[in-house]
């Protein structure tokens, strides 16, 4: 693989199908001017502008994109667009109340269903199929984990449903958690087919022009300025590499595996079926999906964090933790057998200082981010929000607890660094603790007080 194929294996499967040959559109030409300017060409930014011009055909948009559409974490996650939030339900309700927490529950459900329908108002194929997510308990503790999360979440009106292990769950399991909210996709699929109905539309994507800074009434690039009413900042972890927000976000790298086509006979035994996704209890994160094509994508947490939030290509690809991966993957479905690993890749994801994603808007500067790896259907839900903010709509998505909110800023080096592998090693630490004393790990409390998470 070579160019953009190599950002993902979703990537590389749009150009083998035939579906998007990745060629980038023609940057930016000079200053213009338009209603509306979004940095980023990934889910959030490209949302924004669906909905906008959904709003109002004569908005006049211009998206600006350093890369492709879909270069950064829309190109490259798990494909579960899930009803996850970074921030727990009983947290969002202790800081701003019960029916604030209930609603955010509600709206982030509802988002997993207008994702499906918003892609296929566009005519977007991107094997979206709502199968739901597997929780796999392997332990006591972890048992006790599922049992306590089903409980908790019966609380904010989420349908979750808990069951002994049956013999075709994954090795070890003594429980399973079930959620029904939370559909099985091609995230590239989705981010370029998003690009092409927009500019199909008449919005103007230019690709390979990066943002240099912005204020209000401009975005400056590097192939012009682009003078408009309203901004919105949507960079997520790249972020991090712009003076403006530095601090605001930190990237943390997710690495992924996908494997060859498994026979249905396999999948007969793992019992995944088409549509489902798939984790544990662990506390070093993985997450995984049965592919439309019958593969495994299985990514996981494990790279470390880089000195200055520094983003480069060769951080996408760590061989120990794509090793570490296929190992787990094998200890979880023995039945994968000696299956290939076809593609490896990885890329950063945003995390602010509280573990908590936002969306601001100032009038006319906005941004939405903070993702914590919960994107693919949080940036539906920003998207729709922005929308509203933008035309100065008050609606229930500009009301939620989310709205307005300002993560503090992460420490400088080498507080970061220091603390951010820190957290990294005690998680890892926490997962053998808790197989060798069979009881919730003293680690995970320790980390939780000094990351807040």
Not at 55 to 84: H, M, T, Y
Not at 256 to 261: G, L, R, S, Y
Not at 370 to 393: E, F, I, P
């Amino acid at each position: 693989m070579s160019g953009y194929r190599r950002v993902s294996f979703w990537m590389d499967q749009l150009v083998a199908s035939g579906r998007d040959d990745l060629t980038p559109r023609p940057p930016l030409d000079g200053d213009r001017s338009a209603d509306v300017c979004v940095i980023g060409g990934g889910l959030t930014g490209l949302w924004t502008a669906w909905y906008l011009h959904q709003a109002d055909p004569s908005l006049q948009i211009v998206v600006v994109e350093k890369e492709i559409a879909g270069f950064g974490a829309s190109g490259r996650n798990g494909g579960w667009c899930s009803a996850l939030f970074p921030r727990e339900a009983a947290e969002i309700a202790e800081h701003t109340g019960r029916d604030a927490a209930l609603a955010m529950r509600r709206a982030m459900r509802e988002t997993v269903d207008e994702v499906g329908r918003a892609a296929d108002e566009a005519g977007i194929d991107c094997d979206f199929v709502k199968g739901g997510t597997v929780l796999y308990a392997r332990s006591a503790v972890q048992d006790r984990a599922a049992r306590a999360e089903v409980d908790a979440s019966a609380a904010f009106g989420d349908d979750m449903v808990y069951r002994s292990a049956l013999p075709g769950d994954a090795a070890g399991s003594v429980g399973v958690a079930f959620t029904p909210d939370c559909a099985r996709l091609q995230p590239a699929a989705l981010v370029r087919g998003l690009a092409a109905a927009l500019e199909a539309r008449g919005v103007v994507i230019a690709e390979r022009t990066p943002a240099v800074s912005w204020a209000p009434g401009r975005v400056v690039t590097t192939s012009g300025t682009v003078s408009a009413g309203a901004v919105v900042v949507a960079l997520e972890g790249y972020g991090a590499t712009m003076p403006q927000t530095r601090r605001r976000i930190m990237p943390l790298y997710s690495l992924m595996i996908a494997t060859e086509p498994l026979s249905e006979a396999a999948w007969g035994r793992i019992g995944l079926e088409h549509g489902q996704t798939f984790s544990d209890y662990r506390h070093l994160l993985i997450y995984g999906q049965r592919t439309a094509d019958d593969r495994f994508a299985f990514g996981g947490r494990g790279a470390r964090y880089h000195w200055g939030s520094t983003i480069r290509n060769s951080y996408d690809r760590v061989p120990r933790v794509f090793r570490h991966l296929r190992t787990t993957l094998a200890e979880l479905f023995p039945d994968v057998g000696d299956v290939g690993v076809t593609h490896t890749w990885g890329g950063p994801i945003g995390v602010p200082r509280d573990w908590c994603a936002s969306v601001t808007w100032d009038g006319s500067v906005g941004s939405a981010g903070g993702y914590v790896g919960d994107g693919l259907s949080t940036t539906n839900l920003a998207g729709r929000t922005l929308a509203d903010l933008v035309r100065g709509v008050s609606s229930s998505l500009t009301g939620l607890p989310w709205v307005g909110h300002h993560s503090p800023d992460w420490e400088p080096e080498p507080l970061r660094f220091l603390g951010a592998n820190a957290g990294l090693v005690a998680t890892d630490i926490a997962d053998r603790e808790e197989r060798l004393t069979g009881r919730p790990s003293m680690a995970a409390r320790v980390r939780e007080k000094v990351t807040g998470h």
